[in-house]
């Protein structure tokens, strides 16, 4: 059985210094598990995708289940996973919620993972 992560605020993006900035803190270090334990499913990963490259900038729960051939109930579970880990950002339109990629997010994790991605 998986070692299970201890339950903590991580909607805030992640700020460290990078991983070859030299030894993390344990405390560091456990921010950075908890967002990648988030972005671990491959399901997920593909709704992270799919929101970046959305031309209408955000998408519904039936939009993206639809997309991925999954029940709108699995999506849903998946964005509250991805919104907990503060990597997606959702608003009630009429009788629907848009969810769209949390950029500054998402930065903030490439940024700990390899400061030169994104220069």
Known sequence: MPKTLPTIDISAPVCCAPLAAGPMSD???????????????????????????????????????????????????????????????????GMHVYHRPARDAIGALYAVLDPNCCR
């Open 27 to 93: 405390d560091d270090a456990l921010q950075v598990a908890l967002r990648l334990k988030a972005l671990a499913d491959p399901a997920r990963v593909k709704i992270i995708s799919l929101l970046f490259s959305s031309s209408a900038g955000a998408e519904n729960s039936g939009e993206l289940a639809a997309a991925l051939g999954l029940s709108e109930s699995t999506v849903s579970h998946h964005l509250a996973q991805l919104r907990r880990a503060g990597f997606v950002e959702s608003d009630r339109r």
